[in-house]
């Protein structure tokens, strides 16, 4: 949930009265008259122009107080706060001081670069429009060139990117029917918020279409309802029983507990009702007020048609606010004085400038609000569709391969929303294709934390020429081809590397810098390489970066431009669905391993809706998932390698299975664009000592790490294999807490037995119970939450921990699809619950169903006395990390070995792209 906060900075409006204010605007320095500057009350419609003597005078129905704001084309604005307190007429000087910036030499480029680019369309979201709001499309800067960017590291805090202006921004709203000009004070995007801040003028469009006044008229009047001001000018006025908004405050006490999705559930426990009456307001004095807040607030909007991702029974926008100093001040019109005292989140803290009214608008209740209900309600779901696309990026170990060669694989998943990563595909699916879309080599891996590692063994016996590498998940055959990854795949003759044309090595370097700092000393049988990599941004800063690392002999590995850089990939973050898409999403996402089957039952009595009971081996996986009114049944989620022999079966109640299930293909999506391909041609290589890249062990990789010694670890203390939990309870909470007590700090819900997040678009059953390192199978949720409450004494154990999220829980397979509590007693389980060891598997149908692809690991750990024979890949790392901006790793490397081509390609952890390519001689 992203704050934002408020986006103008306003001035205080008390008693209303016929106000004049006059003067002159003048050169800084000389004096001279600036004939036909623009002079405006900020934030509003009122404005004029000086005269041809730089005179002006505007005459109005102003406010106590006003921000004046004086701009002349090539000045600096100046902007004066005027009182009219005891004085209807008060007279202003402004001197513009001459923008000296703008005499600053201006490069003209036939294309802005892809930073700007990236950082404009990352601007027009936080200052214009959502992207799934239904304005931006009527919204448009007109001069965005006048727009640049710095990427600002201040010594504390996090790193920001400002963008400034040197003229106004001049914005064309067609949604609200105004041209406004914005001088654009401040502008910062982190990647928790932002905020901005300038002065505004407002113009109304003018239109002889009486259709188009009304519309305008209309989006006006639904901006100002939904908007902070009128919630502001509500509780200034103790509206009870407003039609547009329902508040409550949220309950302080109860925030560490994981609130669930169901408003009836959360209704007096999480939030309370709150009353306008019982929200204490104080006026100040001086034509202003002081709103006290008790807590969080929870607005619901009433009346508004918009889909929300809090409440599974709510449908109208929910939004927050929040006072860091417990109050925030207003204006008798509700105009909020101080935008930093005030945190906004929810649909609130969606206003931005397409949303903008002038303080000057007449509210006219009696008009009608359906159009926009309907029209918001479509966007916002074509919105979520398109936020649930992924794309896949990869790059190989070498640019190009020779028959039985090892390729290995790395690359990232792109999300077009980065927030729902851990919630979709976890399996990808690789192909290596003819020209004529023929597959001759597939393979499968599992996609962790949107990380990829994988390899391709190549067959022997595989022609030499040109193929196509694609890699896509399940959940891409939704989505437009576009969405697959594809990219050349050469596979050289014997003696030939290829070589590109000059007109194809064009590339483009990004504005992060990696820097090498390499060390060679000699042993017995190899030579040791000290490698650092220092990844810094154009100020010289340490950047924390996720890459792809290879580093090959460049005397025997020619590199080749790349065709399908992650540069290129994330354009896509960039591409909306296209109009024709058609929203029917028939695949499903992929947890692991899946089953797609149909139930066929014995006789019609038996129906079609079925539990279907899946097991992999003597009960090393299991899980149960429901058949379709069409017998059709869906399971993901299983994990392992190679192939294995899967169990299926209708099970009823007393255990026995029942009718029939077919397995059914998940197939391969068909391919239909021309494979891609390199421009190159054969060139003989004029060594005969050339090596290949096979699988076996050849150097020695080691991690710069400071060795340690310690004791052998116990399963226990390496939580039976199964990794870090998510939460833990230990000794010291167990001897004083009651169960239900742990359960509430482990964040699982009693009256659900569930944990509080779930996959995507999946219902989960109850989540495994694991004692002492022994997995208790088919507990139903009551049965669960029997034995948690009734049989376990907490005093007794030595911890409870539980793997509840979606990376932590996947190593479970279908039997954690909806988490897993392990328990460790002190003595062993002295209970003895009747646990299953055995699986029963009478009356199952047994299918083999291959698993991921099994492949050769980069060779790590080679006998270190043996000499080390030259390869083309002496290092490779999918999964490289940077520490404080730094990578180190040392390396064992054959003699012979002089010139090391390395190549970094992935992205900074605020999303900039990071590729470079190093040589190294020695």
Do not use: C
Not at 366 to 395: C, M
């Amino acid at each position: 949930m992203r704050a934002l906060y408020f986006i103008f900075f306003f001035f205080a409006f008390g008693s209303i009265s016929a106000q004049t204010v006059s003067g002159v605007v003048q050169e800084k320095g000389s004096g001279l008259p600036l004939p036909f500057a623009n002079i405006f009350v900020n934030n509003t419609t009122q404005g004029i122009a000086t005269d041809g003597e730089g005179k002006f005078s505007l005459s109005g129905d102003f406010p106590a107080q006003i921000e004046l704001v004086a701009s002349f084309v090539g000045y600096v604005t100046q902007v004066r706060t005027i009182s009219f307190e005891n004085n209807n007429e008060v007279k202003v000087i402004f001197e513009l001081a001459f923008n000296e910036s703008n005499l600053s030499e201006v490069e003209l480029k036939a294309k802005r670069d892809k930073s700007w680019e990236r950082n404009f369309r990352k601007f027009e979201s936080v200052f214009l429009a959502l992207p799934d709001d239904p304005y931006k499309s009527q919204i448009e800067i007109l001069n965005p060139w006048v727009i640049e960017y710095d990427k600002i590291n201040p010594d504390k805090g996090a790193n920001y990117i400002r963008a400034y202006a040197k003229e106004p921004l001049l914005i064309k709203n067609e949604a609200l029917g105004y041209e406004i000009e914005y001088h654009l004070q401040d502008f910062r995007m982190l990647r928790t918020g932002s905020s901005f801040s300038g002065q505004v003028f407002f113009r109304s469009l003018n239109s002889s279409d009486s259709k188009e006044q009304f519309r305008w008229e209309q989006a006006r009047q639904s901006s100002y309802i939904s908007s902070l001001r009128h919630l502001n000018q509500s509780i200034l006025l103790n509206v009870s029983n407003s039609v547009y908004f329902e508040m409550f405050r949220v309950v302080s006490g109860q925030l560490d507990r994981r609130r669930t999705n169901v408003f009836n559930l959360e209704l007096n426990e999480t939030i309370i009702p709150l009353e306008n009456s019982s929200i204490l307001r104080r006026p100040l004095g001086d034509k202003t007020f002081r709103i006290f807040l008790p807590d969080k607030i929870e607005i619901h909007h009433l009346g508004k048609k918009w889909g929300n991702d809090y409440y599974k029974d709510i449908f109208n926008p929910i939004s927050w606010i929040e006072a860091p100093d417990g109050y925030y001040d207003i204006d008798r019109n509700g105009v909020l004085i101080d935008p930093t005292k005030l945190i906004l989140s929810g649909y609130l803290a969606r206003e931005r400038v397409a949303r903008a009214l002038p303080l000057d608008f007449e509210v006219k209740p009696t008009l009608a609000l359906s159009h926009e209900k309907s029209q918001i309600s479509n966007s916002k779901a074509e919105f979520q569709i398109n936020k649930l696309r992924e794309k896949v990026w990869l790059t190989t170990s070498k640019p190009y391969f020779y028959p039985g060669e090892t390729a290995w694989i790395g690359g990232r998943v792109l999300y077009q929303d980065p927030f729902l990563a851990d919630s979709l595909s976890r399996v990808l699916y690789v192909d290596i294709l003819k020209a004529n879309n023929e597959i001759v080599q597939s393979a499968t891996f599992p996609i962790l934390q949107g990380k990829i590692s994988g390899a391709l063994v190549l067959a022997q016996d595989l022609s030499p020429g040109d193929y196509g590498l694609r890699a896509y998940t399940h959940w891409n055959r939704n989505f437009p081809e576009s969405d697959q990854f594809i990219a050349p795949f050469i596979v050289m003759e014997a003696g030939f590397i290829p070589e590109l044309t000059e007109a194809a090595k064009e590339s483009f370097p990004g504005n992060i810098k990696v820097k090498s700092d390499a060390e060679l000393s000699d042993s017995l049988n190899f030579r040791m390489m000290d490698l650092q990599l220092t990844f810094m941004d154009e100020f010289d800063n340490p950047i924390a970066a996720e890459f792809v690392l290879s580093i090959s002999d460049a005397d025997q590995v020619t590199e080749l431009t790349e065709e399908s850089s992650l540069e290129q990939a994330t354009e896509w973050l960039d591409e909306d669905l296209p109009e024709t898409f058609q929203n029917r999403l028939s695949y499903s996402v992929e947890y692991g391993i899946s089953l797609k089957g149909k139930f066929i039952p014995d006789n019609q009595r038996q129906g079609l809706i079925q539990p279907i009971t899946i097991v992999r081996g003597d009960l090393e996986d299991y899980g149960q998932v429901m058949t379709d009114s069409s017998g059709y049944f869906w399971a993901t989620g299983l994990s392992y390698q190679d192939t294995a022999q899967i169990a299926v079966a209708a099970v009823n109640q007393k255990l026995k299975p029942f009718g029939s299930v077919e397995l059914e293909s998940l197939g391969k999506p068909e391919l239909g664009v021309d494979l891609p391909k390199l421009t190159y041609q054969k060139v003989p290589i004029l060594s005969k000592d050339y090596f290949l890249d096979t699988s076996g062990d050849y150097m020695l990789l080691e991690e710069f790490v400071k060795e340690e010694t310690r004791e052998r670890e116990t399963m226990a203390e390496r939580n039976y294999g199964y990794g870090a939990p998510t939460q833990e309870v230990g000794p010291k909470e167990l001897e004083k807490l009651t169960m239900p007590e742990i359960l509430g700090l482990l964040r699982f819900n009693t009256n659900t037995a569930k944990f509080g997040n779930y996959n995507f678009g999946e219902k989960v059953g109850a989540p495994l119970l694991i004692l002492d390192g022994s997995p208790r199978p088919y507990m139903e949720k009551g049965e669960l939450l029997d034995f948690l409450l009734n049989s376990i004494e907490p005093s007794q154990l030595l911890s409870i921990k539980v793997y509840s999220d979606n990376i932590s829980k996947a190593v479970f397979g279908m039997a954690g699809y909806a988490g897993v509590i392990m328990i460790e007693t002190k003595k062993g389980f002295r209970i003895n619950p009747e646990i299953q060891t055995k699986f029963n598997s009478e009356g199952f149908q047994f299918f083999t169903v291959p698993g991921f692809t099994a492949f050769p690991e980069f060779s790590k750990a080679p006998s270190s006395d043996r000499y080390l024979t030259k390869k083309p890949t002496i290092y490779w790392d999918p999964l490289a990390e940077t520490t404080d901006g730094v990578y180190k790793v040392k390396i064992k490397v054959p003699y012979g070995v002089e010139r090391f081509s390395i190549k970094v390609e992935g992205r900074s952890l605020d999303g900039e792209v990071i590729f470079e390519m190093i040589e190294i001689n020695k």
